[in-house]
């Protein structure tokens, strides 16, 4: 499976963006999917987890203000960013939880990451 972030961006402080991350590659299943941010000089930090369809958890410097959904028939998740703020500033990268449905085999992939900078 391949994975391919976009929507990262410039934006205002309190400004909103929407991350995508599509998937493709054939003959496999995805039960978990997840964001990561990494922000210069810090470690890779986990944003947010969709188990299933449903997201399970969120980071708690972003509850409340982003987002992650799933549309199944686009093979995408998305991050709905909103009252975005400077400390958001990162790179942020996509990964799933992947199933081959041939040989049962059980992998992770990692998008490219999408810059995202939040700053006036």
């Known amino acids: 499976v391949q994975l391919q972030a976009s929507g990262g961006g410039l934006v205002q402080p309190g400004g909103s963006l929407r991350l995508s991350c599509a998937a493709s590659?054939?003959?496999?299943?995805?039960?978990?999917m997840n964001w990561y941010r990494q922000a210069p000089g810090k470690q890779r930090e986990l944003v947010a987890t969709?188990?299933?369809?449903?997201?399970?958890n969120y980071s708690d410097s972003v509850k409340g203000r982003f987002t992650a959904s799933r549309d199944n028939a686009k093979n995408t998740m998305y991050l709905e960013m909103n009252s975005l703020k400077p400390e958001d500033t990162a790179v942020y990268y996509c990964?799933?939880?992947?199933?081959?449905?041939?040989?049962?085999?059980?992998?992770?992939?990692w998008g490219r990451g999408t810059q995202v900078t939040v700053s006036s």
């Open positions: 990964n799933s939880v992947t199933r081959d449905l041939a040989s049962q085999k059980v992998s992770i992939s």
């Open positions: 590659g054939s003959d496999y299943s995805i039960d978990t």
């Open positions: 969709i188990i299933n369809d449903r997201p399970t």
